[in-house]
């Protein structure tokens, strides 16, 4: 099983910005894919960044040119990189990271961390 703890989130005015981090440990797991949701007071769960292993990264529409997300393989820590931040930013963000171990392919969520953006 691989765990996830999260850190970064917090209280910040609009156009300002936040640092989130993911830490993964576990034993004998090699990382596929890493990234970041949100979830928004009262609406769904949406993706804001993702990154696999090959290098490809995407990202939601809301947070292009605004938001980065990177990784540190060595740590096995993903990185979100948030700028100019919007009161619509506000949400609790959630670490997702898809993983195996042997030939089996599992997902594992953070805690959340709660982001909130003051007008």
């Known amino acids: 099983q691989v765990r996830l703890v999260e850190s970064g989130g917090g209280l910040v005015q609009a156009g300002g910005s936040l640092r989130l981090s993911c830490a993964a440990s576990?034993?004998?797991?090699?990382?596929?894919?890493m990234g970041w949701y949100r979830q928004p007071p009262g609406k769904q769960r949406e993706l804001v960044a993702a990154n696999t292993s090959g290098g490809s990264t995407m990202y939601g529409d809301s947070v292009k040119g605004r938001f980065t997300i990177s990784r540190d393989n060595a740590k096995n820590t993903v990185y979100l990189q948030m700028n100019s931040l919007k009161p619509e930013d506000t949400a609790v963000y959630y670490c997702?990271?898809?993983?195996?171990?042997?030939?089996?392919?599992?997902?594992?969520w953070g805690q959340g961390t709660q982001v909130t953006v003051s007008s």
């Open positions: 576990g034993s004998r797991f090699s990382i596929n894919a």
């Open positions: 997702n990271v898809k993983y195996v171990i042997g030939l089996t392919e599992y997902s594992a």
